[in-house]
């Protein structure tokens, strides 16, 4: 139990475009999912909280003018990356926590490689 | 804001010796310490985690252990193996949030 996928796992775009990640929990709900960024040789650095219909709530640095989450069920967080730039190249990773677990465990996804050409 | 720190940042043991890797965290708030194990590519994987009523948790070769005044935790492997060769990260979490510390690479030399 607790599989979270993600979707896709890698993808490549043109700078100035738009990609949407996806992060489905698949065996349970989650009341939370988290979206992270890891650049190589570097920790995950957590970008945005969302909570299943309510607005996201960002880290200190990341834009959320360009990184928009939207929570839409128990089971289905996106992150779509607006206007990408080569900068924005990394391996973005979700995570969700389920509903009935009493502690903070974290299920993460299989992450997705973006390249920004 | 919170932060985690971890030491050291890389390590490389002899097989069959232990490791050992050290974190601090900042956020009084925190009471779940999980460690990840992570390959090149991959997600994170979960090898050990204690909460915080805890002071010491051991998994075969893995033991963990926390110091809730001094808001310490640790990871020990011992009898390392070759597969054991990975970044490790330690982690602290509240209700709110997991914060990552910067990682440790581990090498096992034969």
Known sequence: GAVVSQHPSRVICKSGTSVKIECRSLDFQATTMFWYRQFPKQSLMLMATSNEGSKATYEQGVEKDKFLINHASLTLSTLTVTSAHPEDSSFYICSAREISRGYNEQFFGPGTRLTVL | ?110
């Open chain 2, 1 to 110: 804001g919170e932060n985690v720190e971890q030491h050291p940042s890389t390590l490389s043991v002899q097989e069959g010796d232990s490791a050992v890797i050290k974190c601090t965290y900042s956020d009084s708030a925190s009471n779940y310490f999980p460690w990840y194990k992570q390959e090149l590519g991959k997600r994170p994987q979960l090898i050990i985690d204690i909460r915080s009523n805890v002071g010491e948790k051991k998994d075969q070769r893995i033991a963990v252990t926390l110091n809730k005044t001094a808001k310490h935790f640790s990871l020990h492997i011992t009898e390392t193996q070759p597969e054991d060769s990975a970044v490790y990260f330690c982690a602290a979490s509240s209700a709110s949030k997991i914060i990552f510390g910067s990682g440790t690479r581990l090498s096992i030399r034969p």
